[in-house]
């Protein structure tokens, strides 16, 4: 009886633990960090398009028809430095290395050749800009 009490306390106990560890590693609602204080701040390239840091993870910050976009500094397809393309008449981002385009709203590779970028929203606050990437966890995750 004292055996089963013990084993059962201890389930609880792990488990109140993992639950814990779940809700901080993966479950966090708020994943907002604040990539600049002002739109000044970014250093856009002439094409509109500004590779940053944030939370020690680079990506790309896309300025077109006055909304920011932020999406991966590589392309999905082989790598190519997405802050070296362009932005199309469209609005999409354009590959400098084999012009595959994607949607810079959703990550859609709309030249069809299957890829998804990788799309982060972004919110223009009193107090800055934020874009919602969830943080890096180190080695792991
Ligand atoms: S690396 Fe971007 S289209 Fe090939």
């Given at each position: 009886?004292?055996?089963?009490?013990?084993?059962?306390?201890?389930?609880?106990?792990?488990?109140?633990?993992?639950?814990?560890?779940?809700?901080?590693?993966?479950?966090?609602?708020?994943?907002?960090?604040?990539?600049?204080?002002?739109?000044?701040?970014?250093?856009?390239?002439?094409?509109?398009?500004?590779?940053?840091?944030?939370g020690g993870r680079k990506l790309c910050l896309a300025h077109h028809a006055g909304k920011l976009y932020a999406f991966a500094h590589?392309?999905?397809?082989?790598?190519?430095?997405?802050?070296?393309?362009?932005?199309?008449?469209?609005?999409?981002?354009?590959?400098?290395?084999?012009?595959?385009?994607?949607?810079?709203?959703?990550?859609?590779?709309?030249?069809?050749?299957?890829?998804?970028?990788?799309?982060?929203?972004?919110?223009?606050?009193?107090?800055?800009?934020?874009?919602?990437?969830?943080?890096?966890?180190?080695?792991?995750?």
């Amino acid at each position: 009886m004292v055996q089963k009490t013990r084993i059962a306390l201890l389930l609880t106990a792990t488990g109140k633990l993992l639950v814990s560890f779940l809700k901080k590693n993966y479950m966090a609602a708020d994943n907002w960090q604040r990539v600049a204080v002002h739109i000044n701040e970014i250093g856009f390239g002439n094409n509109q398009i500004a590779e940053v840091k944030l939370g020690g993870r680079k990506l790309c910050l896309a300025h077109h028809a006055g909304k920011l976009y932020a999406f991966a500094h590589k392309c999905p397809h082989a790598g190519g430095p997405m802050a070296d393309g362009y932005i199309d008449a469209l609005g999409n981002v354009v590959c400098p290395l084999h012009r595959y385009k994607f949607s810079m709203s959703n990550g859609h590779n709309v030249s069809g050749e299957g890829y998804f970028l990788r799309c982060w929203p972004v919110e223009i606050r009193e107090d800055g800009i934020y874009v919602d990437m969830p943080r890096s966890r180190g080695w792991l995750f």
